[in-house]
């Protein structure tokens, strides 16, 4: 009788040690969550302002305007302008 009472005591034990390591486990799991989720919060911000950016750079004034500043570059004349139709079967 008191060796069953022993090992119930052992099993009691054991049980309630990994109850105390499987809520650190857990809690240690919901931190990490959370600093995930913070960085994927910051990561989404850094997303935002890249796109900003980019579509600021890219702006088609802005291109015209250093295209013409910096490069010298000039609207050719409407009668150097060529068209070319590539709906006929492809280029020869």
Same mark, same amino acid.
């Given at each position: ?11 009691? /034990? ?24 913070v960085h994927t919060r910051a ?15 890219? !702006? ?6 250093? !295209? ?8 050719? !004349?409407?009668?150097?302008? /060529? ?10």
């Amino acid at each position: 009788m008191i060796r069953i009472a022993a090992i119930l005591v052992v099993l009691a /034990v054991l049980s309630a040690l990994s109850v105390v390591h499987l809520q650190y486990q857990s809690r240690k799991l919901v931190t990490l969550q959370e600093r995930e989720q913070v960085h994927t919060r910051a990561l989404e911000a850094e997303w935002t302002q890249l796109q900003l950016e980019n579509s600021t750079w890219a !702006a088609p004034a802005r291109v015209e305007k250093i !295209a013409r500043e910096r490069l010298g570059m000039l609207t050719p !004349a409407h009668d150097a302008l /060529v068209s070319v139709d590539y709906s006929s079967g492809g280029a020869r």
